[in-house]
């Protein structure tokens, strides 16, 4: 095959995703994701976003949040699910009935019945936002999907192999993106280089301005 013909081929083609990673592209349309989006916003004023402290001190630059009957924290002791929120000393809201739905929803459509997300993780990006690359390893079992729900301007995620040393590969999470990670992908390390400004279709109240919103909803215990 010439080089030509090789490079218009792969020219349209989604980007080769490794296998046990999962990408819904605009999953959500604009009502349903203004739904959700309300929703979520519920969420953020009963458990407000806050910046976690890390191990070593230093605070996390994203703030975050959680719903469910568990919520992912870190603090001098380390990471892990707890049940209330460090701030008002209240328990989790409930993930809302309908995020709980589109997430069950979004698992089945990559093939993965009877998940029974009971966390989700709020994560809040300003538009100098980013995340780490790391792997999600405090759930009891890792034979459960992560599933991801993008809002907002578009994020740079940075998916890379199971050591934290393997190459990365760039793919731009979108507003009303899904992303699954499970089975032999569930443990790959990631992480989200940047957000793109001016890339969001629409603001909401539950999107921080200029930044970006992600749900991660998992089975923790
Ligand atoms: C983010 N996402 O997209 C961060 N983890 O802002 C994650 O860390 C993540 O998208 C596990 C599974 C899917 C994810
Ligand atoms: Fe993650």
């Not at 929120?85 to 069950?104: C, E």
């Not at 999600?136 to 729900?149: K, Q, R, T, Y």
């Not at 890339?199 to 991660?216: D, F, Q, V």
Request: aromatic share 8%.
């Amino acid at each position: 095959m010439g080089a030509a013909l090789q490079g218009d081929l792969f020219a349209t083609a989604a980007p080769a995703l490794p296998p046990g990673i999962a990408l819904l592209r605009g999953h959500f349309g604009p009502a349903d994701s203004r739904g959700l989006l309300d929703d979520m916003a519920d969420v953020l004023a009963a458990a407000p976003p806050y910046r976690l402290r890390l191990k070593s001190g230093a605070f996390m630059i994203n703030r975050l949040t959680n719903c469910g009957a568990l919520g992912w924290h870190s603090d001098e002791k380390g990471y892990r699910y707890i049940d209330r929120h460090p701030g008002t000393g209240a328990p989790w809201p409930p993930i809302p009935a309908r995020l709980k739905q589109a997430a069950i929803a979004a698992a089945e459509a990559c093939g993965v019945a009877g998940f029974d997300p009971d966390a989700c993780l709020v994560n809040l990006y300003a538009a100098d936002g980013r995340m780490n690359l790391h792997q999600d390893h405090d759930e009891a079992d890792f034979g459960w999907p992560i599933v991801s729900f993008s809002f907002g301007n578009d994020g740079i995620f940075a998916l890379g192999g199971g050591r934290r040393r393997d190459r990365v590969q760039p793919l731009a999470l979108r507003h009303g993106d899904v992303l699954v990670m499970h089975g032999p992908g569930r443990m790959l390390f990631h992480g989200v280089k940047k957000i793109v400004p001016g890339t969001a279709p629409a603001a909401h109240p539950a999107i921080p301005p200029e930044g970006r919103l992600n749900l991660t909803f998992r089975r923790a215990a």
